[in-house]
């Protein structure tokens, strides 16, 4: 049997802030998000389009809230 581990919150937050993103122990996966989009928005986050896009291609193994922060807050934000 094959385990797979899921992307949770605490991975979307981890990724996030290993690209120099502000964000709070426990924040939501939209949170999370928004806070990106904000960062992006005033400086820029490099990486983060790459990341966004690299997870966007991993939906399948991503909590649905994680998904629902993806797809509604920062996709929208870098097209």
């Given at each position: ?10 991975d ?55 998904r ?12």
């Amino acid at each position: 049997m094959m385990i797979v581990d899921l992307i949770d919150d605490d991975d979307f937050r981890d990724r996030l802030v290993a690209l120099g993103i502000r964000i709070p122990e426990g924040a939501s996966p939209e949170t999370s998000a928004r806070l990106a989009r904000l960062q992006h928005d005033e400086e820029g986050v490099p990486g983060l389009q790459e990341l966004v896009q690299a997870l966007g291609e991993r939906t399948d193994i991503m909590l649905p809230s994680v998904r629902a922060a993806l797809h509604e807050v920062l996709l929208p934000a870098l097209q």
